[in-house]
């Protein structure tokens, strides 16, 4: 079983940096894809961006030249910096562990809220 705790969300303005960080603890040589979600207010929750374990990335289009997914593996931490961040950007954001791009579930982190505005 892998458990993910996240950190780093926050206010921020539109145009600003946020870095979040997600730590995977327990069975972590089963994590084969790691996945950043978010969800807004009245929305479902929508793939932002992935790695998987050879550290191929895809990002979806809302946030490709913005946001970055990147990996430490001797904190066993994965990262999502996002810049020039925008109002639409608001939301809930999480980690998921998954074993293969064919899981559907995996683990969860528990969510850090993002707020962009003025």
């Known amino acids: 079983q892998v458990q993910l705790t996240e950190s780093g969300g926050g206010l921020v303005q539109p145009g600003e940096s946020l870095r979040l960080s997600c730590t995977a603890s327990g069975r972590i040589f089963e994590i084969g894809v790691m996945g950043w979600y978010r969800q807004a207010p009245g929305k479902q929750r929508e793939l932002v961006g992935d790695m998987n374990r050879r550290g191929t990335i895809a990002y979806a289009h809302s946030v490709k030249g913005r946001f970055t997914i990147s990996r430490d593996n001797a904190k066993n931490t994965w990262y999502l910096q996002m810049n020039s961040l925008k109002p639409e950007d608001t939301a809930v954001y999480y980690c998921?562990?998954?074993?293969?791009?064919?899981?559907?579930?995996?683990?969860w982190g528990q969510g850090t809220q993002v707020t962009v505005s003025s």
């Open positions: 998921n562990a998954r074993k293969t791009y064919f899981d559907s579930s995996g683990a």
